[in-house]
């Protein structure tokens, strides 16, 4: 069990570095070309796409272009960092 003192560092910590790997995430995948209104013409999200043809739901391709443009990919970014704040809290069902 944490002592209540840690449990505020890692409540501290937890929350914002969930976000940040967001963040993260999300650079990374702009890197790559897949924009907001999805892949950038001439990026290597383009030319993945244009070589698997039609994108097939919920393969990762289909993931990564949900999470760049904020849809379903976005709350599972969010529960996961809640997930790991409250793990860090020691809060248990």
Known sequence: MCAAGNRA????????????????????????GFGPIGPVAGSLAAAIQASIGNVAGGSAFAIAQSVAMGGAGVGAWLGAAFGGVLVALGIRR
């Open 9 to 32: 560092v890692a409540a501290a910590l937890g929350g914002p570095g969930g976000l940040s790997v967001i963040g993260l995430v999300h650079a990374i995948l702009a890197l790559i």
